[in-house]
């Protein structure tokens, strides 16, 4: 449901002005290798529906997150795309669920069945927006694979005794434990499978001492090799050794001066930030003032004019006055 509703918003949004259409990795012949990057201009809202996609950022901005895109995409074979149906990768710069009256803030969602890819940069800073967008990325690959929902022999990784929480807002500051990657791999099956993905792209050599150390975790990274081979044979040994040189010091320089300049255009629009973006709750009182909005309750006194209450106010003061002065009057009326 949540993904039919994401996906009205954003053809709804496609049709209008409010997508600027950037193309990645046209091949001479013009077919569409890559995704396409999407920069979401205006902000756009649905009030019928759970999730808000709000103005990104500024163009600067925008081109400088989708050189980070861009560079993330451009790892894999195109085949990959083809098998995970990736058609559109948009930068909505904030999206946001209210889940019992509460908005939190999400970093991508994958919408599968409408083949778009939401991401959102303005809430990382360039090392979490890589491991976002390998995350979600693999959530369209185990869509293709058909065991994104159900998978039996993930499950059976994990030791017999353990449960996945179904607590979706864990965040990375929680302790991990044996066997995952991460707190929000314990999650669901799903995101267990996504986490493990995005660290073995985004930390291999960090993913390398866990699979020395952690069988659970080997036998995880086995079964997503072997799976992304069975679909995709340009992902083999070579591949995941040209991933790990990517990630070494040498070629990380390039890499870190995006990333720098990213995390200053961030800290940059927090103190600044353009005059199209409004805070949430603000938004939707705008647009949405009758619907929002609580109902302001008031007392007869406050329906009343000023010179009314000007009068009320003055017969308050002199009325404690005139009572002590006709009880007075009263006693030297009654004395002999």
Same mark, same amino acid.
């Given at each position: 449901?949540?993904?039919?509703?994401?996906?009205?918003?954003?053809?709804?949004?496609?049709?209008?002005?409010?997508?600027?259409?950037?193309?990645?990795?046209?091949?001479?012949?013009?077919?569409?290798?890559?995704?396409?990057?999407?920069?979401?201009?205006?902000?756009?809202?649905?009030?019928?529906?759970?999730? !808000?996609?709000? %103005? #990104?950022? /500024?163009?600067? &901005? +925008?081109?400088?997150?989708?050189?980070? $895109?861009?560079?993330? !995409?451009?790892? %894999? #074979?195109? /085949?990959?795309? &083809? +098998?995970?149906?990736?058609?559109?990768? $948009?930068?909505?710069?904030?999206?946001?669920?209210?889940?019992?009256?509460?908005?939190?803030?999400?970093?991508?969602?994958?919408?599968?069945?409408?083949?778009?890819?939401?991401?959102?940069?303005?809430?990382?800073?360039?090392?979490?927006?890589?491991?976002?967008?390998?995350?979600?990325?693999?959530?369209?690959?185990?869509?293709?694979?058909?065991?994104?929902?159900?998978?039996?022999?993930?499950?059976?990784?994990?030791?017999?005794?353990?449960?996945?929480?179904?607590?979706?807002?864990?965040?990375?500051?929680?302790?991990?434990?044996?066997?995952?990657?991460?707190?929000?791999?314990?999650?669901?099956?799903?995101?267990?499978?996504?986490?493990?993905?995005?660290?073995?792209?985004?930390?291999?050599?960090?993913?390398?001492?866990?699979?020395?150390?952690?069988?659970?975790?080997?036998?995880?990274?086995?079964?997503?090799?072997?799976?992304?081979?069975?679909?995709?044979?340009?992902?083999?040994?070579?591949?995941?050794?040209?991933?790990?040189?990517?990630?070494?010091?040498?070629?990380?320089?390039?890499?870190?001066?995006?990333?720098?300049?990213?995390?200053?255009?961030?800290?940059?629009?927090?103190?600044?930030?353009?005059?199209?973006?409004?805070?949430?709750?603000?938004?939707?009182?705008?647009?949405?003032?009758?619907?929002?909005?609580?109902?302001?309750?008031?007392?007869?006194?406050?329906?009343?004019?000023?010179?009314?209450?000007?009068?009320?106010?003055?017969?308050?003061?002199?009325?404690?006055?005139?009572?002590?002065?006709?009880?007075?009057?009263?006693?030297?009326?009654?004395?002999?």
């Amino acid at each position: 449901m949540v993904e039919f509703i994401l996906a009205f918003i954003c053809m709804s949004v496609g049709n209008c002005a409010g997508l600027d259409s950037r193309s990645v990795g046209q091949s001479p012949m013009g077919r569409l290798t890559y995704p396409d990057v999407i920069q979401l201009t205006e902000p756009r809202v649905d009030p019928g529906a759970d999730y !808000l996609l709000t %103005y #990104p950022v /500024s163009n600067e &901005a +925008f081109q400088m997150s989708s050189i980070i $895109i861009r560079s993330e !995409l451009a790892l %894999y #074979p195109s /085949s990959l795309f &083809a +098998f995970a149906q990736i058609r559109k990768v $948009i930068d909505c710069g904030g999206i946001w669920c209210k889940v019992g009256g509460e908005w939190y803030g999400l970093g991508g969602i994958a919408l599968c069945r409408s083949h778009i890819l939401l991401l959102n940069s303005v809430a990382h800073d360039s090392h979490q927006l890589l491991d976002v967008i390998h995350h979600e990325l693999f959530h369209f690959v185990d869509n293709s694979m058909g065991t994104k929902d159900y998978d039996v022999e993930w499950q059976s990784f994990n030791e017999p005794s353990f449960k996945y929480t179904k607590i979706r807002a864990l965040t990375s500051y929680e302790p991990k434990r044996s066997g995952f990657v991460s707190y929000y791999a314990t999650s669901d099956a799903c995101e267990d499978k996504a986490e493990t993905f995005s660290w073995m792209l985004c930390h291999p050599e960090i993913v390398e001492q866990l699979v020395t150390n952690d069988q659970t975790i080997a036998r995880k990274v086995n079964c997503l090799k072997k799976r992304l081979l069975s679909i995709c044979p340009e992902i083999n040994e070579e591949f995941w050794t040209r991933i790990t040189k990517r990630r070494t010091e040498q070629l990380r320089v390039e890499l870190e001066q995006r990333q720098k300049q990213h995390d200053e255009r961030l800290r940059s629009e927090k103190e600044n930030p353009p005059k199209q973006y409004v805070r949430i709750e603000e938004y939707l009182q705008q647009q949405y003032s009758p619907a929002v909005e609580k109902p302001v309750l008031h007392t007869p006194l406050e329906s009343l004019s000023g010179s009314v209450k000007l009068f009320l106010l003055l017969l308050a003061l002199l009325t404690p006055v005139s009572l002590v002065i006709a009880f007075r009057g009263s006693r030297v009326v009654a004395s002999p």
